[in-house]
């Protein structure tokens, strides 16, 4: 039969060396300049100490100075490093994708390559033309993929040279010097004050952002990481890297103090504690194996309410994303919980992402909710007196500003198809979402509240007041659930319970969680915490992930009941519980004293007819 050339198959492309979790060493560049600048802004305001005089002081000036313009030839350069690793790190995702993409087509080729030489084998002289047609057009694919890795392995090159050139421009002293007093190097004091200029407007913000260079924003992210890191309005990706700057020089310092056993005050310790939590809360996915989430670091504010902490982190791009949820928290919540905030986060997140579309579910802990323990209600004095930072709405008023500025924020960096916007409010923190809806506005799709101890004041008296999406509001609360009684109207309510079925919102199904007692509160405080839970209250969590999928949940009627009565009604049942309990109590030591007694009487009885035999044995 004639000779039909068939092209060899072609090797598998190999992955490259450098990943994308090479942006770690971006971090820790980022963290290093950061620190290097405090530095060198530092010794830019000062001098010698105010009582040296003559020669001293101006050696010590000399030397301070020197200093300083060497801290910042450092900066510079790591400023140079820091830009080119985070541009290498962006062209190493894009590269990875472009090889995975270029090995399914190799794959593919190589498959009709094995294809055409099985048919070969039982052809005829007759098949040869078709065959010969179908050869030619895998040796031209064979071609144009050889010609594809050709120019993929170019651009990987390219990418190399240009990372390490730019290293090499700055890796001595003197280049650092040049560096730091070239004219194009950016201004960050003069940015920062154009930021200022521009307002808290987060659609102006944006734009603002997206004209500077990638070298000035860079400078930004390392001069002022706190500031670029909690904008409203910059991009998620540039505030994660900015607040894991911030997070990094913390953790470096704080720790490192503890490393050379120096005592932190008290201060230092609750920025710590609140680092370390959200550390955690970025690691959430890694520990469970699952390192390919895009986790981001939207807020991170250690010592803000008075040391409390402000934080939100995020399971997924919310600049990118098909869905994004915003969840609010209630009580017993601040900046060093929002690791177990996250867990509820991501929950969400993993539960979300199954219907194919892209999620981001954000742990938003960025207002000052109350710190009061409800297992603490019936202590006095103790927790139980903190109860009036609950029962009044201040700082739901103003979680609930903060709150409708975050939102706007994430609207003005979507990217794309606009992502459908959900957000969550749960116990106090559905107060404070019911204010920012009711009051400034909720950029957001549909508003959800659960446990909720009231829906926003005496301004709020249904669905209408909270300005939603029609039909967007919704509402959910576990039968056994002590915090969603609390619902009212007037100086000791929070606003109506949002699950009445006059309030008009759409409530759906929850798990009702078990009965407890007082002796038991920790089980209503269960009860009240396991919405995101997918053993304690699975029903919750599948309903919260459908509203976050921009679908419709399980609806039940709302509440017939007012929410009050459940509490006067579990009152009166845990009144003849108590005393039930109590006779119970009192029935045993009843019990336990005439035990007592009858082995008394036996033990006397025994005395006395020992002491008969010992008379008796006289005789």
């Given at each position: 039969m004639t000779q039909i050339d068939v092209p060899a198959k072609i090797a598998e492309i190999q992955e490259l060396e450098a990943k994308a979790t090479a942006s770690t060493v971006t971090t820790a560049l980022r963290g290093s300049a950061t620190a290097v600048s405090d530095v060198a802004t530092w010794t830019s305001s000062h001098g010698a100490p105010a009582d040296w005089t003559g020669d001293a002081a101006e050696a010590a000036d000399h030397a301070i100075t020197s200093f300083g313009k060497d801290a910042d030839a450092v900066t510079a350069a790591l400023e140079k490093a820091t830009t080119a690793c985070d541009v290498y790190v962006d062209q190493v995702v894009q590269l990875t994708a472009d090889r995975e993409g270029l090995e399914s087509d190799r794959i593919e080729l190589n498959n009709a390559i094995d294809a055409l030489l099985t048919e070969i084998e039982s052809a005829t002289e007759e098949d040869v033309p078709a065959l010969q047609t179908k050869a030619e057009t895998l040796r031209n694919r064979a071609t144009t993929m050889r010609s594809r890795m050709t120019s993929f392995w170019e651009r990987v090159t390219s990418a190399e040279d240009r990372f390490i050139n730019v290293l090499q421009s700055v890796d001595t002293k003197a280049e650092g010097q040049t560096a730091a007093t070239s004219a194009g190097r950016p201004n960050t004091g003069e940015l920062v004050n154009q930021l200022k200029n521009v307002g808290t407007d987060?659609?102006?913000?944006?734009?603002?952002?997206?004209?500077?260079?990638?070298?000035?924003?860079?400078?930004?992210?390392?001069?002022?990481?706190?500031?670029?890191?909690?904008?409203?309005?910059?991009?998620?990706?540039?505030?994660?890297?900015?607040?894991?700057?911030?997070?990094?020089?913390?953790?470096?310092?704080?720790?490192?103090?503890?490393?050379?056993?120096?005592?932190?005050?008290?201060?230092?310790?609750?920025?710590?504690?609140?680092?370390?939590?959200?550390?955690?809360?970025?690691?959430?996915?890694?520990?469970?194996?699952?390192?390919?989430?895009?986790?981001?670091?939207?807020?991170?504010?250690?010592?803000?309410?008075?040391?409390?902490?402000?934080?939100?982190?995020?399971?997924?791009?919310?600049?990118?994303?098909?869905?994004?949820?915003?969840?609010?928290?209630?009580?017993?919540?601040?900046?060093?919980?929002?690791?177990?905030q996250g867990k509820d986060a991501y929950t969400l997140y993993q539960n979300a992402i199954r219907n194919g579309e892209s999620m981001a579910s954000i742990a938003w802990m960025g207002y000052d909710s109350p710190n009061w323990n409800p297992e603490g209600v019936l202590d006095y004095p103790g927790d139980g007196l903190d109860i009036g930072s609950v029962v009044q709405e201040d700082k739901a008023i103003a979680g609930g500003h903060a709150l409708s500025d975050f939102v706007d924020g994430l609207r003005a960096t979507d990217e794309g198809d606009k992502s459908h916007l959900s957000v969550i409010g749960h116990s106090y923190g559905s107060t404070t979402a019911a204010h920012a809806a009711a009051g400034d506005g909720l950029d957001a799709d549909s508003l959800t509240l659960i446990g909720s101890p009231g829906a926003g004041g005496d301004n709020v008296n249904g669905v209408g007041d909270l300005h939603m999406p029609e039909g967007k509001v919704y509402a959910g609360a576990a039968d056994n659930d002590f915090v969603s009684w609390l619902g009212r109207d007037g100086d000791l309510g929070m606003g109506p319970d949002p699950t009445q079925a006059d309030f008009g919102a759409k409530v759906f199904g929850s798990d009702p969680g078990k009965d407890f007692h007082v002796e038991n509160i920790g089980q209503g405080v269960d009860n009240h915490t396991s919405y995101f839970d997918p053993q304690l209250n699975p029903t919750s969590l599948d309903n919260l992930t459908s509203i976050a999928q921009g679908d419709e949940p399980d609806l039940i009627g709302g509440r017939t009941q007012e929410a009050n009565d459940y509490a006067k009604d579990w009152a009166k049942d845990e009144a003849v519980h108590q005393v039930d309990r109590a006779a119970d109590v009192v029935v045993e030591e009843v019990r336990t004293t005439i035990d007592e007694a009858n082995e008394v009487y036996e033990g006397g009885k025994e005395w006395a007819g020992d002491r008969w035999d010992d008379v008796t044995g006289l005789f």
């Amino acid at each position: 039969m004639t000779q039909i050339d068939v092209p060899a198959k072609i090797a598998e492309i190999q992955e490259l060396e450098a990943k994308a979790t090479a942006s770690t060493v971006t971090t820790a560049l980022r963290g290093s300049a950061t620190a290097v600048s405090d530095v060198a802004t530092w010794t830019s305001s000062h001098g010698a100490p105010a009582d040296w005089t003559g020669d001293a002081a101006e050696a010590a000036d000399h030397a301070i100075t020197s200093f300083g313009k060497d801290a910042d030839a450092v900066t510079a350069a790591l400023e140079k490093a820091t830009t080119a690793c985070d541009v290498y790190v962006d062209q190493v995702v894009q590269l990875t994708a472009d090889r995975e993409g270029l090995e399914s087509d190799r794959i593919e080729l190589n498959n009709a390559i094995d294809a055409l030489l099985t048919e070969i084998e039982s052809a005829t002289e007759e098949d040869v033309p078709a065959l010969q047609t179908k050869a030619e057009t895998l040796r031209n694919r064979a071609t144009t993929m050889r010609s594809r890795m050709t120019s993929f392995w170019e651009r990987v090159t390219s990418a190399e040279d240009r990372f390490i050139n730019v290293l090499q421009s700055v890796d001595t002293k003197a280049e650092g010097q040049t560096a730091a007093t070239s004219a194009g190097r950016p201004n960050t004091g003069e940015l920062v004050n154009q930021l200022k200029n521009v307002g808290t407007d987060p659609a102006a913000v944006t734009a603002w952002w997206k004209g500077l260079s990638g070298a000035e924003r860079e400078a930004l992210k390392i001069s002022d990481p706190d500031l670029i890191g909690n904008v409203n309005g910059i991009p998620t990706g540039d505030r994660d890297e900015a607040n894991r700057t911030s997070l990094q020089r913390d953790l470096d310092f704080l720790e490192g103090l503890g490393d050379e056993h120096e005592d932190l005050t008290s201060e230092q310790e609750a920025t710590l504690k609140n680092a370390k939590a959200a550390r955690d809360a970025l690691d959430i996915p890694a520990s469970l194996g699952q390192d390919d989430v895009d986790v981001n670091l939207i807020v991170y504010q250690p010592t803000a309410f008075n040391g409390d902490g402000a934080a939100a982190v995020s399971y997924g791009d919310p600049d990118t994303a098909d869905n994004t949820a915003v969840i609010v928290p209630g009580i017993m919540n601040d900046g060093s919980s929002i690791a177990a905030q996250g867990k509820d986060a991501y929950t969400l997140y993993q539960n979300a992402i199954r219907n194919g579309e892209s999620m981001a579910s954000i742990a938003w802990m960025g207002y000052d909710s109350p710190n009061w323990n409800p297992e603490g209600v019936l202590d006095y004095p103790g927790d139980g007196l903190d109860i009036g930072s609950v029962v009044q709405e201040d700082k739901a008023i103003a979680g609930g500003h903060a709150l409708s500025d975050f939102v706007d924020g994430l609207r003005a960096t979507d990217e794309g198809d606009k992502s459908h916007l959900s957000v969550i409010g749960h116990s106090y923190g559905s107060t404070t979402a019911a204010h920012a809806a009711a009051g400034d506005g909720l950029d957001a799709d549909s508003l959800t509240l659960i446990g909720s101890p009231g829906a926003g004041g005496d301004n709020v008296n249904g669905v209408g007041d909270l300005h939603m999406p029609e039909g967007k509001v919704y509402a959910g609360a576990a039968d056994n659930d002590f915090v969603s009684w609390l619902g009212r109207d007037g100086d000791l309510g929070m606003g109506p319970d949002p699950t009445q079925a006059d309030f008009g919102a759409k409530v759906f199904g929850s798990d009702p969680g078990k009965d407890f007692h007082v002796e038991n509160i920790g089980q209503g405080v269960d009860n009240h915490t396991s919405y995101f839970d997918p053993q304690l209250n699975p029903t919750s969590l599948d309903n919260l992930t459908s509203i976050a999928q921009g679908d419709e949940p399980d609806l039940i009627g709302g509440r017939t009941q007012e929410a009050n009565d459940y509490a006067k009604d579990w009152a009166k049942d845990e009144a003849v519980h108590q005393v039930d309990r109590a006779a119970d109590v009192v029935v045993e030591e009843v019990r336990t004293t005439i035990d007592e007694a009858n082995e008394v009487y036996e033990g006397g009885k025994e005395w006395a007819g020992d002491r008969w035999d010992d008379v008796t044995g006289l005789f």
